[in-house]
């Protein structure tokens, strides 16, 4: 019984491998046209400092994927796969590009917004990447203040030396860099305390447990402090609750981002849906 329980289980795992293989095939090969077949798009989730809604600090740029074939594919399936099939720096440009277009937008209508972009290492470790964002933010007649740049613990851990040039190219330009999805990575304390680094973002993983587990809660307020201290700036992201808020608030929480305050807002259509 135990064999076959064992054999059941290998059949079912080379299945299941099967499968994620020819869905990885399918998507990559739709990936390679979905910009000229005008099926990505990009969607802006506001960031505030409080819970009134008045008080947006700026917005995080999300890309989204919608194929006819596919249906709607989240990012964190699709980044991956750009990022093996070489595909992601064309992604980021086309990311970066829009999210301008956006500011400029705003900005010709007389409200001035930062937009924070997500960067995949392999971006960064591109040779003109801050020269195509001086590039572009001349162009649309931005200023420098307006875009920050998000990076990963992975991206910190795996490529330090290199990140850590590029960190301080960017901080030198005058853009902010934003650590996302902080505590999750493998990155030391260290290696953060090396980075140029002006926010933290904390992962949701740890916004979602503050409400019921206490280690979670006691870790939670440590980040926060350690921030202030290393002079950061706090953003806890995926912050769904009003319990979750006041939590983080009392613990001196900086700025919030999350579906209890909104949404990422798809701004191309007239009624900002959120998606
Ligand atoms: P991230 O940068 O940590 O983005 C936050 C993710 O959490 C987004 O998912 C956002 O929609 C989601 N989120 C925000 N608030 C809540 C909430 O209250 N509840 C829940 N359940 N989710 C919330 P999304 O858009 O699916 O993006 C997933 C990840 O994909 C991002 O994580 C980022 O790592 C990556 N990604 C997205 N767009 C880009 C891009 O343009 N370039 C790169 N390199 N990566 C991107
Ligand atoms: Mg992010
Ligand atoms: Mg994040
Ligand atoms: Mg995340």
New binding site residues.
Partial sequence: AVSKGILHEVRWYDESLKVNKERSLALEQHLFKSLERNEMY??Y?PQYSSISKEDIIGY?????WNNDELGSI???EF?PI??AVDY?NV??RF?IEESMKFIKRRKDSGDMISVS????YK?LLQNDYVSYLREKIETYDLSVTQVHI?I?ETTISEYIDIVREKLDELVACGFEVHM??FGTGYSSLYQLGKMPIQVL?I??SF?WAIETDEKMEALTKLIIDLAHRMNMWIIA????TMKQYEMLSDMGCDYY????LS??LDFSKETNQS?
């Fill in positions: 990009v969607v989730q995080e740029a999300l890309l989204r989240g990012p964190d980044i750009a990022e992601i992604l980021g990311v972009i997500n960067a995949s971006e998000e990963t996302d999805d973002k992962d949701k916004v992201e995926g912050v769904e981002q999350g579906y209890l949404k990422p998606t």
